[in-house]
């Protein structure tokens, strides 16, 4: 069957420290993969998406990045974190144009 | 100019009742796609009915319903006989094949759907 899972849960990092979140997915090949962000009470905003292994588009420009080094890995990073990057973090796949599954989310806090 | 539109932030329904939740969308993309998803307050998004812009008859699936308007660009959700476990956000979304969006699923900024015993 196919899943997705997405880790860790939460996270409550300070502000200038790294980020690094990771999404990977089984029962499935080379899926479109992508990240979203989710501000508190707001709908979801595209960050990145990932058409193959080492294809990254960015849909926002920010600081952050995201990475593919597997087909089903999906990694969002960044560098050095700001009070705005505080959300939640949903990654999806889908190998259909009809179907989008997401994973459990992380919920990020930056302190 | 937003593409996707949900007009309700917040609405409430008596349990066992029906409830609408409002969807408006834009795009001169002839082939879209659109999407209703529930999030409940773990944050996991669940996947609850799609809506092809060339399928003739609206979909359902099971006490979900969309009522597909095309010309009017509307794309309401019907949830039958409201339970307490309905009590979620509501997101709208479209996929427009050949439009800007590139083909990636484009949100509204959703309604949170409160059911009362």
């Known amino acids: 069957s196919q899943t997705i899972h997405q880790w860790p849960a939460t996270l409550v990092q300070p502000v200038g420290s790294p980020l690094s979140l990771e999404c990977t997915v089984e029962g499935t090949s080379n899926p479109n993969l992508y990240w979203y962000r989710q501000a508190a009470g707001r709908g979801l905003q595209l960050l990145f998406y990932s058409v193959g292994i080492g294809q990254i588009s960015s849909e926002v420009p920010q600081n952050l990045s995201a990475s593919r080094p597997q087909d089903r890995q999906f990694i969002l990073s960044s560098k050095k974190l700001l009070l705005s990057d505080s959300g939640f973090y949903l990654c999806?796949?889908?190998?259909?144009?009809?179907?989008?599954?997401f994973g459990s989310g992380t919920r990020l806090t930056v302190v | 100019a937003q593409k996707i539109t949900q007009t309700q932030p917040g609405m409430f329904v008596q349990e066992k009742e029906a409830v609408t939740l409002d969807c408006t969308y834009d795009?001169?993309?002839?082939?879209?796609?659109l999407f209703w998803y529930k999030q409940p307050s773990s944050g996991e998004m669940i996947f609850l009915i799609y809506q092809g812009s060339y399928d003739q008859q609206n979909a359902t699936e099971g006490r979900y319903s969309l009522n597909f308007q095309k010309a009017r660009k509307s794309a309401n959700l019907v949830i039958s006989a409201s339970q307490l476990g309905d009590s979620a956000m509501y997101f709208c979304?479209?996929?427009?094949?050949?439009?800007?969006?590139?083909?990636?699923?484009?949100f509204g900024k959703g309604t949170k759907l409160s059911v009362k015993p």
């Open positions: 795009t001169s993309d002839p082939s879209y796609g």
């Open positions: 979304a479209m996929r427009e094949v050949y439009g800007g969006s590139q083909g990636n699923l484009i």
């Open positions: 999806a796949w889908s190998v259909r144009r009809d179907g989008y599954t």
